[in-house]
């Protein structure tokens, strides 16, 4: 069973412009969920679809933003980019079965560089 | 609101030396807890969780303990080898969804 799958890998961008990252989730697995991780904060949750509904959201800046089409397949976007974006975005998967205490599935992420 | 805090490393340790890594959280609720460890080059994966007090997680010989009057979920094993050298995650998510808050990360490097 295939894992799941980020694209692309590494990505240098420069300050103002916006970047798409895509995330394939484990086949059967309906929600998505986003996180950042740098060296200064950690891992920080950005945002969660299910059912292309964004179902919960973290404390970042709307430039920040995703989506998640019907094959579950999801997309964050960061617009006007800033140099604090630098950072692993990580996508990971889940059943969501609804009973609390899912086992959340991590791609190997996207490393961001905003020069 | 919901945190969690978990000792700084990084922490050194001779193969089969014992291992503890304490976590700590403030949550309101009944949250899930977990670690998620991440060996270098790869990413991230659950090593364990509890998902109610007193319920005690384990796998690979790691070991946590749901304890929810000191709120703590403290990682153990007994006897650490090389390739346990990796960062270690602490963290919850409340009842009804996968939004995890994580711990800053412990780095746990083992030699022989």
């Known amino acids: 069973k295939a894992g799941v799958t980020q694209t692309p890998r590494y990505l240098i961008k420069t300050r103002g412009q916006q970047v798409t990252l895509s995330c394939s989730p484990i086949s059967g697995h309906r929600s998505v969920s986003w996180y950042q991780q740098t060296p200064g904060q950690g891992l920080q949750f950005l945002f969660e679809y299910f059912s292309e509904t964004q179902r919960n959201k973290g404390n970042f800046p709307g430039r920040f933003s995703g989506r998640q089409f019907s094959n579950s397949r999801s997309e964050m976007n960061v617009s006007t980019l800033e140099l604090g974006d630098s950072a692993l975005y990580l996508c990971?998967?889940?059943?969501?079965?609804?009973?609390?205490?899912?086992?959340?599935?991590f791609g190997s992420g996207t490393q961001l560089s905003v020069l | 609101g919901n945190s969690v805090t978990q000792m700084e490393g990084p922490v050194t340790l001779s193969e089969e030396a014992f291992l503890t890594i304490n976590c700590t959280y403030t949550?309101?609720?009944?949250?899930?807890l977990f670690w998620y460890v991440q060996y270098p080059g790869e990413g991230l994966q659950l090593l364990l969780k509890a998902t109610k007090a007193d319920d005690k997680g384990s796998n690979k010989g790691f070991e946590a303990t749901y304890r929810k009057e000191t709120t703590s979920f403290h990682l153990e094993k007994g006897s650490v080898q090389v390739s346990d050298s990796a960062v270690y995650f602490c963290?919850?998510?409340?009842?009804?969804?996968?939004?995890?808050?994580f711990g800053k990360g412990t780095t746990l490097s083992v030699s022989s």
């Open positions: 963290a919850l998510s409340d009842q009804a969804g996968t939004a995890l808050i």
């Open positions: 990971a998967s889940s059943l969501d079965t609804g009973q609390g205490g899912e086992k959340l599935f």
């Open positions: 949550a309101t609720g009944y949250p899930s």
